[in-house]
């Protein structure tokens, strides 16, 4: 039960390791040129990029966790398509070699004094900051989790403590309703709700189960996904594959001891509706990292306040942000912020000459949408909505070709480019075509 609390909240979306780097819990005082807050993807991805820039010893980065998880990845341990294990490495091994990395977690920031404090109590002074905190998981927000999880048929993919659960739910699976949910919050991933249907689909179809289930997508959305051109291409495999999907129904209740999912129907407050299940797969309510909503740092919202197209705070011009815990308004993804992490290297390379920013983020972001346990739409599109397709193809069809990308190449350049710096800007995908050209 200790881990299912602990699903209370979620760290960034990355942790790291190195051989020579510089560890060690908070003690003393502490000043750096360049602070950098959270070791998930943008947090180490930045270091590597600061390290470079201004040299190691002027880099430390504050993160608590020992395991570093490449995210995107749990949608296939979810169909059993991939392990836990091959998710994880070790921080320090991630950690770029010289960059102290300080073993604490947050717990205030103040930018008047600039200024961060630690759970030990350390305060840590800085010139520039990065933050890079992501966001946080709120199973808790939905009555009857996280100690729920402790029942069978249920599971998540957005926490390493439950997407093994969701496997062998899949596995258990006799008949009846698999329902598949996706919160009235922002979420990191937002294909990730229905791409675990899709590959379930596949796998009960597989095993010869798929007559006796009905595959249910209630979605507190008002649409299927959010760019129009791969919607439409979702909605003709929602209806070839008899998929059921329901429209601005959001999970409040799990009462997993009589497997039943209550939802609400968010255009008619009040009205809710209990759905059986032989299979639930939760996608949590996410907001803001609570140390940021703290803070001066935050917007009305609380998440950190950023120029959408300089990744500088809109307040404080020393402070700069990257990834799921920003206010930009482009989909939360690993795509987004390698995108930005190469913009953002631009911007802090230009305030220290004390000169203006002169690249823009466009809000470029991707989706590789699993349709299946061999095929993916890949979405990519902007701050607009516009689609930003890299290849000389339709990407709103399914292809063999994006899968491999998906399950196979992109999990290679996450380890071995972006973190370490060497990967990056607009249109990753589009990094693989040029490299795969020469």
């Known amino acids: 039960m ?18 020579f780097h510089t560890s060690s819990p908070a003690s003393a005082k502490q000043h750096y040129k360049m602070l950098v807050l959270g070791g998930g993807s943008g947090g180490i991805t930045m270091s590597s ?22 995210q995107p990845i749990w949608t296939l341990v979810g169909a059993g398509a991939k392990t836990v294990a091959s998710s994880g490495r070790p921080t320090a091994s991630l950690m770029p070699s010289g960059v102290k990395w300080v073993k604490s977690k947050v717990q205030e920031i103040n ?15 800085y010139e520039y900051l990065i933050v890079a905190l992501g966001l946080e998981l709120h199973y808790e927000k ?44 922002p979420v990191k991933c937002a294909g990730a709700p ?70 609400e129907n968010l255009d008619k407050p009040g009205e809710t509706k209990v759905f059986e299940y032989e299979m639930l797969h939760v996608t949590p309510p996410m907001g803001p990292s609570s140390v940021i909503k703290g803070s001066p740092l935050a917007d009305e919202i609380g ?34 912020v390698a995108a930005q992490s190469a913009v953002l290297s631009r911007t802090i390379s230009k305030v220290l000459k004390k000169e203006k920013p002169d690249k823009k983020y466009d809000g470029y972001t991707s989706c590789p949408l699993v349709t299946s346990y061999n095929t993916v739409i890949l979405a990519e599109f902007d701050y607009n909505g516009q689609p930003l397709e890299t290849f000389p193809f339709n990407q709103a069809k399914e292809r063999r070709l994006m899968y491999h990308m998906k399950a196979d190449v992109m999990p ?27």
């Open 303 to 336: 998440w950190l306040d950023l120029n959408k197209e300089t990744l500088q705070h809109t307040k404080y011009p020393n402070v700069f942000g990257i990834g799921d815990c920003t206010n930009l308004p482009t989909a939360k993804t690993g795509a987004a």
């Open 111 to 125: 930018p008047e004094t600039n200024t961060v404090r630690t759970d030990d109590g350390t305060e840590i002074s």
């Open 142 to 185: 939905i009555k009857g989790l996280p100690e729920g999880f402790g029942h069978p048929k249920i599971g998540s993919n957005y926490s390493v403590q439950t997407v093994e659960k969701t496997w062998k739910a899949l596995q258990d699976f006799k008949e009846g309703n698999a329902v598949f949910t996706f919160p009235n919050t």
């Open 2 to 19: 200790a881990a299912l609390r602990h699903l209370k909240q979620c760290h960034p979306r990355g942790i790291a390791i190195s051989n």
């Open 194 to 263: 229905q791409k675990i249907m899709y590959l379930s689909d596949a796998y009960l179809r597989k095993m010869g189960k798929r007559a006796k289930a009905n595959m249910i997508y209630n979605t507190s959305l008002p649409v299927l996904f959010g760019i129009k051109k791969y919607a439409d291409s979702l909605w003709e495999i929602v209806k070839k594959r008899d998929l059921q999907i329901n429209l601005r129904h959001n999970l409040i209740e799990v009462r997993a001891d009589k497997q039943e999912a209550v939802f």
């Open 49 to 70: 990029r600061m390290k470079r820039l201004v040299g190691a010893e002027n880099v430390a980065v504050v993160e608590p966790s020992e395991i570093h998880y490449y």
């Open 412 to 438: 290679h350049l996450y380890w071995h480019g972006l973190l370490r710096g060497l990967w990056g800007g607009p249109g990753p995908y589009r990094k693989i075509m040029h490299l795969g050209m020469k």
